[in-house]
Nanobody
Framework: QVQLVESGGGLVQPGGSLRLSCAASGNFFSMYLMGWYRQAPGKQRELVATITRGSFTMYADSVKGRFTISRDNAKNTVYLQMNSLKPEDTAVYYC?????????WGQGIQVSVSS
């Protein structure tokens, strides 16, 4: 079982920055893949960024050049640095980790970009 605790969301003006964190705890040996997804009102959940244990990263085209995903394996934590935020980035952001027993999701955290 894995527990995920997300933090760092909130309200920010367009052009601003936020840093999301997701800390994992529980009984597992290694997290193969960590990632962030988001779901805006009335839309399907979509991938934002993923990072492997070896720090290979992938990003959605809509966030490339603005968002940076990173991880601290010693702390079992994944981060999402979000810069140059736009109103269309407004969504609930979810952390997901993949371990040997499957995928686990965080509870979600609200990010709102508005003037």
């Amino acid at each position: 079982q894995v527990q995920l605790v997300e933090s760092g969301g909130g309200l920010v003006q367009p052009g601003g920055s936020l840093r999301l964190s997701c800390a994992a705890s529980g009984n597992f040996f290694s997290m193969y893949l960590m990632g962030w997804y988001r779901q805006a009102p009335g839309k399907q959940r979509e991938l934002v960024a993923t990072i492997t244990r070896g720090s290979f990263t992938m990003y959605a085209d809509s966030v490339k050049g603005r968002f940076t995903i990173s991880r601290d394996n010693a702390k079992n934590t994944v981060y999402l640095q979000m810069n140059s935020l736009k109103p269309e980035d407004t969504a609930v952001y979810y952390c997901k980790v993949t371990i040997s027993t499957g995928d686990y999701w965080g509870q979600g955290i609200q990010v709102s970009v508005s003037s």
